[in-house]
Protein backbone atom coordinates (compact mmCIF):
# COMPACT_ATOMS: atom_id res chain seq x y z
CA UNK A 1 0.00 0.00 0.00
CA UNK A 2 1.23 3.31 -0.91
CA UNK A 3 2.11 5.38 2.15
CA UNK A 4 3.32 9.02 2.68
CA UNK A 5 6.92 9.20 3.34
CA UNK A 6 8.52 12.06 5.52
CA UNK A 7 12.41 13.17 6.65
CA UNK A 8 14.17 13.37 9.07
CA UNK A 9 12.49 10.82 11.21
CA UNK A 10 14.34 13.19 13.83
CA UNK A 11 15.56 16.60 13.38
CA UNK A 12 17.59 18.46 16.38
CA UNK A 13 17.61 22.19 15.70
CA UNK A 14 19.13 25.46 17.30
CA UNK A 15 16.73 27.73 18.47
CA UNK A 16 16.70 31.16 15.59
CA UNK A 17 17.87 28.81 13.19
CA UNK A 18 15.36 27.61 10.20
CA UNK A 19 14.26 23.99 9.63
CA UNK A 20 13.08 22.02 6.11
CA UNK A 21 11.09 19.35 7.16
CA UNK A 22 10.31 16.96 3.76
CA UNK A 23 7.35 15.03 2.90
CA UNK A 24 6.73 13.14 -0.10
CA UNK A 25 2.84 12.27 -0.56
CA UNK A 26 1.25 9.27 -2.35
CA UNK A 27 1.78 9.84 -5.62
CA UNK A 28 -1.63 10.20 -7.42
CA UNK A 29 -2.81 12.52 -4.42
CA UNK A 30 -3.80 16.28 -4.96
CA UNK A 31 -4.01 17.84 -1.69
CA UNK A 32 -1.33 17.84 1.23
CA UNK A 33 -1.54 19.02 4.17
CA UNK A 34 0.95 19.64 7.61
CA UNK A 35 -0.01 18.92 11.19
CA UNK A 36 1.81 19.03 13.96
CA UNK A 37 1.40 17.69 17.95
CA UNK A 38 3.42 18.82 20.70
CA UNK A 39 4.09 16.27 23.23
CA UNK A 40 1.32 14.63 24.96
CA UNK A 41 -1.51 16.91 23.30
CA UNK A 42 -3.62 16.97 20.66
CA UNK A 43 -2.97 16.86 16.66
CA UNK A 44 -3.20 20.88 15.72
CA UNK A 45 -3.98 21.59 12.02
CA UNK A 46 -1.43 24.01 10.29
CA UNK A 47 -1.84 24.01 7.11
CA UNK A 48 -3.75 22.67 3.41
CA UNK A 49 -2.16 23.34 0.04
CA UNK A 50 -3.59 22.73 -3.27
CA UNK A 51 -3.04 23.50 -7.11
CA UNK A 52 0.49 24.99 -6.01
CA UNK A 53 -1.32 27.17 -3.34
CA UNK A 54 -2.39 27.58 0.18
CA UNK A 55 -6.52 26.25 0.42
CA UNK A 56 -6.88 26.78 4.21
CA UNK A 57 -4.29 27.31 7.45
CA UNK A 58 -4.63 27.80 10.87
CA UNK A 59 -3.87 30.41 13.53
CA UNK A 60 -0.94 28.86 14.18
CA UNK A 61 0.43 29.08 10.97
CA UNK A 62 1.89 32.57 11.12
CA UNK A 63 4.49 34.34 9.33
CA UNK A 64 7.13 32.05 10.57
CA UNK A 65 6.33 29.32 8.79
CA UNK A 66 5.79 28.29 4.61
CA UNK A 67 5.27 25.46 2.72
CA UNK A 68 6.31 24.47 -0.54
CA UNK A 69 5.96 21.32 -3.55
CA UNK A 70 9.10 22.41 -5.15
CA UNK A 71 8.91 19.68 -7.58
CA UNK A 72 6.33 17.14 -8.86
CA UNK A 73 7.20 14.43 -5.34
CA UNK A 74 8.01 16.63 -2.73
CA UNK A 75 6.35 18.62 -0.62
CA UNK A 76 8.10 20.96 2.31
CA UNK A 77 7.40 22.72 5.75
CA UNK A 78 9.59 25.72 6.43
CA UNK A 79 10.09 27.05 10.07
CA UNK A 80 12.58 30.45 9.93
CA UNK A 81 13.87 31.39 13.26
CA UNK A 82 12.77 28.31 15.28
CA UNK A 83 11.61 28.80 18.88
CA UNK A 84 11.52 26.46 21.75
CA UNK A 85 7.89 26.08 21.44
CA UNK A 86 8.12 24.81 17.53
CA UNK A 87 9.31 21.71 19.70
CA UNK A 88 6.78 19.38 18.18
CA UNK A 89 5.98 15.93 16.10
CA UNK A 90 5.06 16.99 12.72
CA UNK A 91 2.88 15.34 10.48
CA UNK A 92 2.18 15.58 6.45
CA UNK A 93 -0.60 13.97 5.26
CA UNK A 94 -1.97 13.57 1.85
CA UNK A 95 -5.45 12.77 0.16
CA UNK A 96 -6.54 12.00 -2.87
CA UNK A 97 -9.35 15.21 -3.04
CA UNK A 98 -11.09 17.70 -0.90
CA UNK A 99 -13.32 17.54 1.73
CA UNK A 100 -13.90 14.59 4.97
CA UNK A 101 -15.47 12.36 2.40
CA UNK A 102 -11.55 11.96 1.60
CA UNK A 103 -9.34 10.45 4.41
CA UNK A 104 -6.43 11.82 4.91
CA UNK A 105 -3.06 9.58 4.97
CA UNK A 106 -0.42 10.46 7.28
CA UNK A 107 3.06 9.49 7.19
CA UNK A 108 5.27 8.94 10.34
CA UNK A 109 6.45 12.47 11.06
CA UNK A 110 9.47 14.37 11.96
CA UNK A 111 10.11 14.62 15.74
CA UNK A 112 11.55 18.38 15.79
CA UNK A 113 13.77 19.38 18.55
CA UNK A 114 14.64 22.99 19.28
CA UNK A 115 17.96 23.26 21.54
CA UNK B 1 -17.64 22.82 12.67
CA UNK B 2 -19.44 20.03 14.77
CA UNK B 3 -17.88 19.47 18.57
CA UNK B 4 -17.03 16.20 19.44
CA UNK B 5 -17.32 14.40 22.82
CA UNK B 6 -15.64 11.33 23.21
CA UNK B 7 -14.41 9.39 26.71
CA UNK B 8 -10.92 10.33 27.61
CA UNK B 9 -9.96 7.15 27.95
CA UNK B 10 -11.61 3.57 28.30
CA UNK B 11 -9.87 -0.31 29.08
CA UNK B 12 -10.58 -3.54 28.22
CA UNK B 13 -8.74 -6.92 27.99
CA UNK B 14 -7.71 -8.99 25.35
CA UNK B 15 -10.45 -11.15 22.86
CA UNK B 16 -13.17 -7.87 23.84
CA UNK B 17 -15.32 -6.17 21.59
CA UNK B 18 -14.79 -2.57 22.68
CA UNK B 19 -17.17 0.84 21.84
CA UNK B 20 -15.98 4.11 21.80
CA UNK B 21 -18.98 6.49 21.42
CA UNK B 22 -18.87 10.21 20.26
CA UNK B 23 -21.69 12.34 20.65
CA UNK B 24 -21.46 14.86 17.92
CA UNK B 25 -24.92 17.46 18.61
CA UNK B 26 -24.67 20.29 16.09
CA UNK B 27 -23.43 17.51 12.82
CA UNK B 28 -24.65 19.05 9.46
CA UNK B 29 -26.79 17.19 7.23
CA UNK B 30 -23.68 17.39 4.69
CA UNK B 31 -21.32 16.04 7.63
CA UNK B 32 -19.23 12.74 7.60
CA UNK B 33 -17.71 10.93 10.43
CA UNK B 34 -14.50 9.54 10.31
CA UNK B 35 -12.69 8.01 12.95
CA UNK B 36 -9.14 7.56 13.14
CA UNK B 37 -6.52 5.60 15.19
CA UNK B 38 -3.02 6.83 16.53
CA UNK B 39 -0.25 4.48 18.07
CA UNK B 40 2.59 6.55 19.64
CA UNK B 41 5.31 8.10 18.03
CA UNK B 42 3.39 7.55 14.54
CA UNK B 43 0.31 9.70 12.33
CA UNK B 44 -2.86 9.27 12.71
CA UNK B 45 -4.19 5.69 10.64
CA UNK B 46 -7.62 6.20 8.96
CA UNK B 47 -10.14 3.33 10.45
CA UNK B 48 -13.45 3.91 8.95
CA UNK B 49 -16.10 6.95 7.63
CA UNK B 50 -19.88 6.71 7.76
CA UNK B 51 -22.79 9.06 6.84
CA UNK B 52 -25.56 6.76 8.14
CA UNK B 53 -26.65 3.77 9.46
CA UNK B 54 -23.72 0.93 9.81
CA UNK B 55 -20.60 0.76 8.07
CA UNK B 56 -17.98 -2.29 8.01
CA UNK B 57 -14.59 -2.52 6.91
CA UNK B 58 -12.13 -5.27 7.84
CA UNK B 59 -10.96 -3.58 10.90
CA UNK B 60 -14.06 -1.94 12.38
CA UNK B 61 -17.43 -1.14 12.51
CA UNK B 62 -19.45 1.95 12.51
CA UNK B 63 -22.68 2.55 13.96
CA UNK B 64 -24.75 5.83 13.51
CA UNK B 65 -27.91 6.00 14.94
CA UNK B 66 -30.91 7.78 12.78
CA UNK B 67 -30.32 11.13 14.25
CA UNK B 68 -26.54 11.01 13.60
CA UNK B 69 -26.26 12.83 16.95
CA UNK B 70 -23.36 10.45 17.90
CA UNK B 71 -21.58 7.25 16.32
CA UNK B 72 -20.34 4.17 17.94
CA UNK B 73 -16.80 3.18 16.71
CA UNK B 74 -16.81 -0.91 17.20
CA UNK B 75 -13.79 -3.28 17.69
CA UNK B 76 -14.04 -6.23 17.57
CA UNK B 77 -11.78 -8.97 19.60
CA UNK B 78 -9.16 -6.56 20.53
CA UNK B 79 -5.70 -7.23 21.12
CA UNK B 80 -2.61 -5.91 22.63
CA UNK B 81 -1.97 -4.00 19.48
CA UNK B 82 -5.03 -2.13 19.58
CA UNK B 83 -3.81 -0.04 22.04
CA UNK B 84 -4.00 3.48 20.83
CA UNK B 85 -5.66 6.74 20.61
CA UNK B 86 -8.81 6.98 18.65
CA UNK B 87 -10.34 10.11 17.10
CA UNK B 88 -13.87 11.06 16.02
CA UNK B 89 -14.15 13.81 13.86
CA UNK B 90 -17.12 15.52 11.79
CA UNK B 91 -17.06 17.58 8.67
CA UNK B 92 -17.47 17.86 5.44
CA UNK B 93 -16.21 20.55 2.65
CA UNK B 94 -13.40 21.70 4.76
CA UNK B 95 -9.70 20.15 4.71
CA UNK B 96 -9.32 21.85 8.15
CA UNK B 97 -9.36 18.65 10.51
CA UNK B 98 -9.49 20.14 13.82
CA UNK B 99 -8.85 16.92 16.33
CA UNK B 100 -9.60 16.84 19.91
CA UNK B 101 -8.32 14.90 22.33
CA UNK B 102 -9.40 10.96 21.62
CA UNK B 103 -10.21 8.49 23.63
CA UNK B 104 -7.00 6.56 25.31
CA UNK B 105 -7.65 2.77 24.65
CA UNK B 106 -5.68 -0.07 27.16
CA UNK B 107 -5.43 -3.01 26.17
CA UNK B 108 -4.94 -5.46 28.59
CA UNK B 109 -3.37 -8.68 28.44
Known amino acids: EPEVTQTPSHQVTQMGQEVILRCVPISNHLYFYWYRQILGQKVEFLVSFYNNEISEKSEIFDDQFSVERPDGSNFTLKIRSTKLEDSAMYFC?????????????FGDGTRLSIL | LAKTTQPISMDSYEGQEVNITCSHNNIATNDYITWYQQFPSQGPRFIIQ???TKVTNEVASLFIPADRKSSTLSLPRVSLSDTAVYYC??????????FGAGTRLTVKP
Open chain 1, 93 to 105: ASSPGSGRRQPQH
Open chain 2, 50 to 52: GYK
Open chain 2, 89 to 98: LVGDITNDMR
